[in-house]
């Protein structure tokens, strides 16, 4: 059986950084594109960095120079530095492994004070 888990969500103030990982299991995902996206209440479900099998990369102009995705193909897993935190980064955030197939993770909550 195929799950993607996500950790590293939480409380912080806004300036701060969280770092998010997302690991996938049951499957090789070295294939796979690679992503981040986030919900804010009352919004729809949003883009916010890409890494691809070929090791392009790709930003939410709201958060370039701030973010950066990396991925690690040997462990199934990628990752979401986040620095210089605003409260509007504030969302629940969940990975999606994308290819053949489409999978997502259950999401976590990062919440920037200001």
């Known amino acids: 059986q195929v799950q993607v888990l996500e950790s590293g969500g939480g409380l912080v103030q806004a300036g701060g950084s969280l770092r998010l990982s997302c690991s996938g299991y049951?499957?090789?995902?070295?294939?796979?594109?690679m992503g981040w996206f986030r919900q804010a209440p009352g919004k729809e479900r949003e883009s916010v960095a890409i890494?691809?099998?070929?090791?392009?990369?790709h930003y939410a102009d709201s958060v370039k120079g701030r973010f950066t995705i990396s991925r690690d193909n040997a462990k199934n897993t990628v990752y979401l530095q986040m620095n210089s935190l605003k409260p509007e980064d504030t969302a629940v955030y969940y990975c999606?492994?994308?290819?053949?197939?489409?999978?997502w993770g259950q999401g976590t909550q990062v919440t920037v004070s200001s």
């Open positions: 049951g499957r090789t995902f070295s294939s796979y594109s």
């Open positions: 890494s691809w099998s070929s090791g392009s990369t």
């Open positions: 999606n492994f994308k290819n053949e197939y489409d999978y």
